[in-house]
Nanobody, 117 residues
Framework: QVQLVESGGGLVQPGGSLRLSCAASALTLANYAIGWFRQAPGKEREGVSCTSNRDSSTFYANAVKGRFTVSRDNAKNMVYLQMNSLKPEDTAVYYC??????????WGQGTQVTVSS
């Protein structure tokens, strides 16, 4: 059974950092473009980043560019989202998915990130 699981969320003060992890079972993440998404309360889900499976290049949404970084560890079948200089507006549930659009086939259950003092 294919499963994606995000972890690493939590409560952090503004300016702080978190690293989210996306782990997969019964699926090789290296074979997929990986999208990170987030959904804040009362708002639509939005794309945060898109990482190619061909050259590992990553596109970042303007709101996170320069602060967030995606990396892959293919040996561990993991993808990471390093989030620095966090702002209250980054508060959301974060999801990883096996593509970079809403029709991605596989999604994780999400991990809550709360940025607050």
């Amino acid at each position: 059974q294919v499963q994606l699981v995000e972890s690493g969320g939590g409560l952090v003060q503004p300016g702080g950092s978190l690293r989210l992890s996306c782990a997969a079972s019964a699926l090789t993440l290296a074979n997929y473009a990986i999208g990170w998404f987030r959904q804040a309360p009362g708002k639509e889900r939005e794309g945060v980043s898109c990482t190619s499976n061909r050259d590992s290049s990553t596109f970042y949404a303007n709101a996170v560019k320069g602060r967030f970084t995606v990396s892959r560890d293919n040996a561990k079948n993991m993808v990471y989202l390093q989030m620095n200089s966090l702002k209250p507006e980054d508060t959301a549930v974060y999801y990883c998915a096996t593509d970079c659009h809403d029709l991605a086939r596989y999604w994780g259950q999400g991990t809550q990130v709360t940025v607050s003092s």
